[in-house]
């Protein structure tokens, strides 16, 4: 059975294992070498510590796979807007996990009043990673060719986007810095 829950830091070691298996064999992050567990569970206090969400999927009592939103640029004109990073064991991949995870993470991310989300999805042919953000409500927002270099070749970035409550129809209400509203 799955269940969703927010991630801690007892969930370090599993989320090490996914993300370094995603920098090590894909594109789906430009990331050259695997973060160590000190280094994720640093990352994932900052995002915490700044208001956002990071949950994880449990399948039969293991992380099948983690989702976190974060700050889509540092500027201050930005701070109504996320980016979201959904990854899923890849012996786990096309049972839903992704798509529960990702709804889970919009639905976190507008109770704490963003307004838009936005994927950043590493390479056109993850078709999958468009595939799920499609069916969550994102539309195609542009892609850039070219931008990236890792396992020996050129690699374009797509970008998605979606509304999160109110999205652009309605002045937001002032946030503080790192996402508490």
Known sequence: MLRLRDASEADIAAITAIYAAEVRDHVNTYEYDAPD????????????????PYLVAELDGTVAGYA???????????????????????DRQ???IGAALLSALVDACAARGF?????????????????????????HAGTLPGIAWKHGRWLDTVFMQRALGDGKATPPQDRQEGGAA
């Open 68 to 90: 976190y939103a974060g700050s889509f640029r540092a500027r201050r004109g930005y701070r109504h807007t996320v980016e979201n990073s959904v990854y899923v064991a890849a």
């Open 115 to 139: 307004r838009q989300m936005v994927a950043v999805i590493g390479e056109p042919t993850n078709t999958a990673s468009i595939r799920l953000h499609a069916r969550a409500g994102f539309i």
């Open 94 to 96: 096309g049972h839903g």
């Open 37 to 52: 567990a000190a280094e994720m569970a640093r990352r994932m206090r900052a995002l915490l510590d700044a208001g956002y």
